[in-house]
């Protein structure tokens, strides 16, 4: 008992923790053009009650599509949908408005739809490092890495949907490993298992969707469990059916805007012409100039323990293991496939940014067992992650239109700050003001 209060304590602590660090960090302005897409649909539905981003205050962002007259964002409609409730009441209530208040909004409505879901996941990941029955001390250190020392860092700052994806991601992750290794799962976790998962795919559809996939996968292979699919499916089912209703009231199909033909931007496997050019852009995606394994090396030890545990099929963990290592190769796979630009104006590669909590959850074998000469490599890995991520916390939605090294461009971009603006840059909050246009806004409902 005295265990399991001490777990909620620490629990509870980082959650608060990193509640604070996100209130420091938490980016004032969007510079992307996918969030500016999904803020110019937020404002929309909240204002106007419309898809339609016509006369929206980021109207001028490239991902949109005209159908019928009307511009509308491409992004998966979901995350915005959702977003337009909390933006409305910060406006009914506090007048506080993107076009009155512009700064103060998107920093309060990042908060709470990036920050909080994302301190929320960090708790859920602590928890789920007691499965490796590794001490306390550990399961702190590495929580802490986690926040500090990947890209999530940079991502969890600005509004986006990769973070809040990863978060719902790794929860779906955690509640399975609740079901394998807890006796006596209660019911409704199967559901919640296919919702979380499920509300991932609706916000970032290739990892989500194929790790929906393979839970169904893992969950029939369990002789016990196969009775309990259908509180699953009823869980996919949930934000599926929203989803795509969503799609539908926008353009009148299920299929996403992002793969409809008259938008000029659209993804699909014919980016790359040639065997050659997908193979350096692969490269460049994967250890390049813009590699998730260059901007997180952290993440280098967790992939050669998940390779030991693939090649042990005795190990315990094994056929998490499968499920981890067949949704990550087939999201990296298929990003790569459908896109070209590494995610257009970012630091890094943020179409891997849902991945990486699942695969950082695999550094916690290197404290299960001591390794001679791992271990010390992970630490060195870790601060130079941490070094990395520190460089792209200030601008996370890096100008790519000079260079596609990122890194290289915060560098710059920070070199030529003055120690005021280097303080506003991390530190966005303190350049905050508010302006009261409650009676203003309230009169355009």
């Known amino acids: 008992m005295e265990k399991k209060s001490k777990n909620k304590y620490y629990a509870y602590m980082i959650f608060v923790f990193f509640l604070i660090l996100h ?59 959702v977003t337009s409730g909390v933006y409305f009441l910060i406006s009914k209530i506090l007048g506080i408005s993107f076009s009155a208040n512009r700064a103060l909004a998107y920093y309060i409505i990042t908060l709470l739809t990036v920050g909080l879901p994302v301190s929320f996941m960090l708790t859920c990941f602590y928890l789920s490092l007691r499965f490796l029955l590794i001490g306390q001390g550990p399961r702190l250190f590495l929580t802490a890495a986690l926040a500090g020392a990947s890209l999530l860092s940079c991502y969890s700052v600005s509004y986006n949907s990769h973070a809040p994806a990863a978060a719902l991601l790794f929860l779906s992750f955690y509640l399975l490993l609740k079901i394998r290794f807890e006796a006596c799962s209660p019911r409704l976790r199967y559901f919640w298992l296919g919702f979380w998962s499920s509300l991932s795919f609706a916000l970032d559809p290739i990892p989500g969707g194929l790790f929906s996939v393979l839970y169904l996968f893992y969950l029939l292979t369990e002789s016990s469990q196969r009775f309990r699919i259908w509180l699953y499916l009823s869980g996919v089912g949930l934000p599926l059916i929203v989803h795509l209703a969503l799609n539908i009231i926008i353009s009148g199909g299920i299929k996403p805007l992002t793969l409809h033909p008259d938008y000029p931007l659209a993804v699909g496997p014919d980016k790359h012409f040639a065997i050659a050019s997908f193979g350096i852009y692969a490269f460049q ?70 991945l990486i909590p699942i695969l950082f959850f ?29 460089i792209g916390l200030a601008d996370p939605g890096t100008d790519s239109s000079q260079s596609d090294f990122s890194l290289a461009t915060n560098l710059q971009l920070i070199r030529n700050q003055s120690p005021e603006k280097l303080v506003k840059m991390y530190f966005p909050f303190t350049g905050l003001t508010y302006e009261n246009n409650a009676l203003e806004n309230n009169s355009n409902y």
């Open 362 to 390: 695999f550094n916690g074998f290197i404290f299960l067992k001591y390794c001679p000469f791992l271990k010390p490599c992970f630490y060195v890995l870790l601060g130079l992650s941490g070094f990395i991520n520190l």
């Open 285 to 354: 995606s994967l250890f390049g100039i813009r590699g998730l394994f260059s901007y997180t090396p952290a993440l280098i030890p967790a992939m050669i323990f998940l390779i030991r545990i693939l090649a042990s099929p005795r190990h315990h963990f094994h056929k998490e293991a499968l499920v981890v290592g067949i949704g990550l190769a087939g999201s990296i796979f298929l990003t790569l496939l459908v896109t070209d630009n590494y995610g257009g104006w970012c630091y890094g590669v943020r179409y891997f940014v849902p």
């Open 23 to 81: 209130i420091l960090f938490t980016k004032t302005d969007v510079t992307n053009w996918g969030d500016m897409a999904r803020l110019a649909t937020v404002e929309s539905l909240a204002e106007r009650f419309t898809f339609s981003i016509n006369n929206a205050t980021f109207s001028q962002t490239g991902d949109k599509i005209l159908l019928n007259g009307n511009y509308y964002g491409v992004q998966p409609p979901l995350m915005p949908f």
